[in-house]
């Protein structure tokens, strides 16, 4: 069985423009790259976890997608404002950590409109909070999801002081 990737998935900005009508309009077309990968399993990590239920937000997929959502991050409160620089992936990490394990050998990438939530950029399909996720960031996640498939080493992972703060 191929390895599992896992793609850390924001909303506002992602699937559809920040500040617009929350109608999920980009969604199909992140569907539609995720259904071309089997091993591809999405994890929320949209502030929206703290507002919804897991089902609610699974609710929101195409019914072929949904069994593919394997959950949502943990949400950690940052001490000082200096940590809010990466916490996504920090708690991106958390989360694989529970679930997987070994972590560093996990192949994984996120969806953000917002590049300082992720120290790993290599791993980052960034979008424009303006427009949602477009056919442009569609084929960058192709890209990162075939680059993934056997290879989860794109860079380095960050040393683990900085990815939890005691």
Request: hydrophobic share 40%.
């Amino acid at each position: 069985m191929t390895q599992k990737t896992y793609i850390f998935m924001d909303f506002d900005g992602v699937t559809h423009p920040w500040g617009e009508v929350e109608d999920f309009r980009s969604l199909p077309l992140i569907e539609a790259v995720v259904r071309d990968f089997e091993e591809a399993r999405i994890v929320i990590a949209s502030d929206w976890r703290m507002l919804f239920s897991l089902s609610k937000l699974v609710s929101r997929f195409a019914a072929d997608i949904q069994p593919r959502v394997a959950g949502a991050t943990p949400h950690l409160i940052p001490k000082r404002g200096a940590e809010l620089h990466g916490l996504r992936e920090r708690e991106a990490m958390l989360w694989l950590g529970q679930h997987e394990p070994e972590v560093s050998r996990t192949a994984w990438c996120a969806i953000d409109d917002a590049p300082g939530n992720w120290l790993t950029r290599s791993r980052l399909v960034l979008t424009d909070f303006k427009r949602g996720f477009t056919d442009e960031d569609a084929q960058a996640l192709r890209r990162m999801l075939e680059t993934l498939r056997g290879n989860a080493y794109l860079e380095p992972p960050a040393r683990p002081s900085l990815l939890y703060s005691a």
